[in-house]
């Protein structure tokens, strides 16, 4: 029997409207596929980034497009906000492909392997958003999808395995023989171990030096049990899922936002080129922030912090709402920090914790923002918010409080009394790790 494309157009009609389709209540927080979920034991992975050495295996979690051909520069800079014509080969950026309406579309790490070739990494809504419109401009460009392994048996076509924390330098001068070449944060250059040929991308997560080493997975294991033998004498610790999944807190990375597809009729085909098993059509929303619009649910790259990654100097889909956008942001990345005895009574005082809720934020007793990632962080004693807040009440120690339940979704008013208990919570900065927010960027030791 042949398989029938369901496209998330017609999911939307069936279920009546996006937020029909998508409000989920009770959905589990989503894990890395295809790694184990503690090595060491989450409390002290989450450490050994911080204060030690520590490799994560991202190999299976991201799905890759690689793009190629003569218009791929035009293609590329003419869906979104990046100035893609001056990325330089082997440089990586932030791609911010935004929405006629100045609204995200989803994040994603483009990276520039020759003069007409690209590799766009991260989840599948940007490079939905890149192929559809490659083939509705009738492009001359290439685009393989090489999709995540949450629901293949198969092998991606690349490794992904980064080094990170304080010792990261010092594990990958031992794995490699001396220092790599100087590297530009964000750049790469090539590099070899006992015969793999692969890439060495100057990065890391949760604000500490690292490299993100990438290269065909054949070698995946090869190269991983080097780097593992390497980092022993500094007490390498390899990094599970559970641990993996709250590094974004503390970096400031919002991972999951509401891709602004869903209403606009000009995006109807790229709706119904898009399956609705797909990210995003079945990528939920949960909490205590419930509307019955998905647009409420739409953020801004100025919201994000992505101000850097965007360039005015060329025409791109959405770009004359996002410059005006600039003019009236309202909202602002924060971290919150939630009251100790109020964690303990609503969530638990102790083990792993990681969610991603859009639960409701009051200040002055009226809504002013939502989460968008929850995790517990072992080696600070904290639970952590990464959330969007209205700019009045952004300023690093406002008191605010979290309205921590799931709305039931349709039928039930946005603002039911529902009886959900109440989270006080301190705002702090986004990024909250100081060394992320002050010399990330810069460093190149």
């Known amino acids: 029997m042949a398989w029938e494309f369901v496209s998330l157009e017609q999911g939307i009609e069936q279920a009546g409207s996006p937020v029909a389709l998508l409000w989920k209540p009770g959905s589990p927080a989503w894990r890395p596929p295809r790694v184990e ?3 060491a034991g989450w409390a002290e992975e989450q450490t050994a980034w911080r204060e030690t050495v520590s490799l994560a295996d991202l190999s299976f979690h991201m799905s890759d497009a690689f793009i190629e051909g003569p218009d791929a520069v035009r293609l590329l800079s003419e869906v979104s906000a990046n100035n893609v014509s001056a990325q330089a080969v082997d440089q990586a950026k932030q791609f911010v492909p935004v929405a ?34 490659a083939k509705a401009g009738n492009y ?24 990170q924390g304080p010792l990261a330098l010092e594990v990958v001068a031992k794995a490699f023989g001396g220092p790599l070449p100087e590297t530009k944060f964000f750049h790469s250059t090539p590099v070899s171990l006992l015969g793999a040929q692969f890439r060495a991308l100057r990065h890391g997560m949760a604000g500490q030096p690292g490299y993100e080493f990438i290269g065909d997975f054949a070698d995946h294991e090869l190269v991983k049990d080097a780097l593992l033998a390497a980092g022993a004498e500094f007490g390498i610790v390899h990094i599970g899922a559970l641990a993996y999944s709250t590094n974004g807190v503390e970096s400031g990375w919002i991972p999951s936002p509401t891709p602004a597809i869903y209403t606009d009729p000009a995006l109807e085909g790229l709706r119904r080129s898009i399956s609705l098993y797909s990210y995003e059509g079945q990528k939920p929303l949960y909490g ?21 990654s965007i360039h005015f100097d060329h025409d791109f889909i959405g770009r004359d709402a996002l410059a005006a956008a600039k003019e009236t942001v309202r909202r602002k990345k924060v971290t919150l920090e939630f009251d100790p005895a109020d964690a303990a009574a609503v969530i638990g005082a102790e083990g792993f914790f990681n969610w991603y809720p859009r639960m409701r934020i009051e200040h002055g007793g009226r809504a002013v923002g939502f989460t968008h990632s929850v995790s517990r962080i072992a080696p600070i004693g904290k639970v952590l918010a990464l959330s969007i807040v209205d700019e009045g009440s952004a300023a690093p120690g406002t008191q605010v409080e979290v309205v921590w339940g799931e709305h039931p979704g349709l039928g039930t008013p946005a603002d039911a009394d529902l009886g959900f208990p109440r ?5 702090q900065p986004a990024p909250y790790s100081e060394f992320a927010r002050t010399a990330y960027r810069s460093n190149r030791s």
Do not use: C
């Open 100 to 133: 006629n309406d100045g609204n995200i579309i989803s994040d994603g790490i483009l990276a520039r392997t020759g003069k007409e070739s690209f590799v766009l990494s991260g989840v599948e809504a940007a490079q939905h958003w890149v192929d559809y419109h």
């Open 140 to 163: 001359d460009v290439s685009i393989e999808i090489d999709p995540d392994m949450e629901y293949r048996q198969d092998s991606p076509r690349l490794f992904r395995l980064q080094i």
């Open 423 to 427: 989270i006080r919570a301190t705002v």
């Open 288 to 308: 205590s922030a419930f509307s019955e619009r998905i647009e409420d649910f739409y953020v801004s790259p100025w919201e994000l912090g992505y101000g850097r």
């Open 37 to 39: 979920p503690e090595y």
